[in-house]
């Protein structure tokens, strides 16, 4: 193991942006150790850690896809995770199992409550435990926030994430991405799942893709399998400019709102039925 020393010429500004004392600093259950270094030759992150969310239904593969990111990318960026289950800590303890991080740097919120309260209603507890794992892994580069599974309309607050992924998979039918909602909709990036199981549950691929996108004016759909090579490395070329963009201050996090457009099916119109905004 590399030394995790944190470099004292590269001091860090860990104040929180809201105001509240952490008298929860020493009672939280975990210790505070060094900050990690970042890997080898890579430089410090000039700002707070890009905040990434990671929603969808239960079952699409966000833990998964989670682990594919921490994978693929832990040798070049300095990661953290945030999962979140009602009643457990079952997703943290996956990845942790996966070892595709030090299992200090994946923790658990149980929310207790339907998952979108915890990432749109009231962030508290998800927000101090992406602040901690920040202060206690400074500089982090990216912190991934997982959803509990949820239904359609579950989006993270700006508050929360800086920027969020959507999850489909083509397991739960190739229908859903043109049913719409704010995640389809509005998410950054709009991800359909585990392409290579298609071929078994009579899903076609390209037709689940032009239906996303329609529903997307012209935001990102990836198809996404982990045994596919090419797929993966768009995953993380997404990643990489999201960071930069993050970085430079270009990326503005948008919130994409309970009323993204929607479809509306009717068996008598041309199209299969039509697409539906509010104002």
């Not at 797929?231 to 400019?241: G, I, M, Q, T």
């Not at 309970?258 to 039925?273: I, N, R, Y």
Request: contains cysteine; hydrophobic residues 40%; aromatic residues 2%.
């Amino acid at each position: 193991m590399p030394d995790h020393t944190p470099d004292p010429a590269h001091p860090h500004d860990h104040a929180h942006p809201h105001d509240h004392a952490h008298p929860h600093a020493q009672a939280h259950g975990h210790a505070h150790p060094h900050a990690d270094a970042p890997p080898h030759g890579h430089a410090p992150a000039p700002t707070r850690s890009l905040r990434l969310g990671v929603a969808g239904p239960v079952g699409t593969g966000k833990s998964s896809l989670i682990a594919l990111v921490c994978r693929e990318l832990a040798h070049e960026l300095a990661l953290g995770v945030i999962t979140n289950d009602i009643y457990t800590d079952e997703d943290a303890r996956f990845l942790r199992s996966a070892g595709v991080l030090d299992p200090e740097r994946i923790r658990a919120v149980e929310t207790g409550a339907c998952p979108h309260t915890a990432i749109r209603d009231d962030v508290t507890a998800n927000l101090l435990a992406v602040e901690d794992l920040e202060e206690d892994f400074a500089p982090l580069d990216v912190v991934l926030v997982e959803s509990g599974g949820d239904n359609l309309t579950a989006t993270f607050s700006p508050a929360l994430v800086d920027a969020q992924v959507f999850v489909l998979d083509v397991a739960g039918g190739g229908d859903v991405a043109r049913k719409g909602g704010p995640g389809i909709g509005r998410a950054d990036l709009l991800v359909v799942n585990k392409t290579d199981l298609a071929p078994y549950v009579g899903v076609d691929v390209p037709r689940m893709v032009a239906d996303a996108t329609a529903a997307r004016d012209g935001r990102p759909v990836l198809a996404l399998s982990r045994h596919d090579a090419a797929s993966v490395e768009a995953l993380k070329d997404w990643v990489r400019v999201m960071l930069a963009a993050h970085r430079a201050g270009a990326h503005v996090p948008q919130d994409p709102g309970p009323m993204a457009p929607h479809f509306h099916a009717d068996e008598e119109h041309p199209a299969g039925g039509i697409l539906h905004t509010h104002a």
